[in-house]
């Protein structure tokens, strides 16, 4: 089993849109997880059913009881977060500031201070149009520990290709190079970068370049709307050459990917031209990977 992951410098490259298309190209061979848990949108093309769904507890949070506490305020003294504050006389924590680090409870001369387990979100695992599965996630608002989050939704989506003894683990990774996408990239076989002509674009994509080569990870590269900028379109296809990147694919700017979207339909799907563009991509992937 394969695990490709696509992630993108920057949001807006159309990573989601492409990686959607590779998955409606993968069929059944494939096990999909949406790792862009802080704003997951894979759902829109891919209309899960939500048929599995499983809270997710990371993190602490202090709980002070009024009833114990005697609002000696010890315990704003030494947040360094200030998520301690006084209300009509009471202490009271706000859940956004605070970061479970238990201080509070320890300097509490009357134990009024528990840490609680916080339920930051829920992961689920759906059947998908394509006939096959997708495991995806919702963080709640506010919430934390995304990283850890995408850990999970990446190991379910493995053991179940491992049972059903699928080809592949197609990813879609956060934009950036947060924790989210750090976690995205452990263990993968292969990275697909998706980019697009821009100062922005071309600043991202190598940054995020950087913390692929630190995995030792193979990548190749789609250059996306790759004909708005020739000149930094040309840049890009230097640094894929000076870098042994494989260039998998250029696809024009094309109003029709939103037309497609608006439809709840991926691009190979609405559109022939473009749809042999990215199959050929797929097929490069496939053969990059040697599988």
Known sequence: MKEIVVISGKGGTGKTSITASLAVLGGNEVI????????????????????KAIDFYSGELACIDPEICINCEKCRDVC????ISIKASKCIVDPLGCEGCGYCALVCPVQAITNTKQNVG?????????GTAMVHARLNIGAENSGKLVARVKKEA?????????????????PGVG?????????????????EPTVSGIHDLKRVYELVKKFGIKAGC?????????????????????????LLAEIPYNEKFTMAMTNGKTIVEWDEELGVLISQCWEKIKETIKY
Do not use: Y
């Open 32 to 51: 999909i997880a949406d790792c862009d848990v802080d704003a997951a949108d894979m759902h829109l093309l891919m209309k899960p059913d939500f048929g």
């Open 80 to 83: 360094r977060f200030d998520a």
């Open 122 to 130: 829920k992961w689920f695992l759906s059947e998908i149009r394509t």
């Open 158 to 174: 493995e053991l179940l290709a491992d049972e059903q003894e699928k080809h592949f683990v197609l990813v879609d990774g956060s």
């Open 179 to 195: 924790c989210p996408v750090v976690s995205s990239l452990s263990g993968a076989s292969f990275a697909v970068l998706v980019t």
């Open 222 to 246: 789609i250059i996306n709307k790759s004909d708005l900028n020739k000149g930094i379109s040309d840049a890009i296809k230097n640094f894929v050459v000076e870098e042994d990147i494989v």
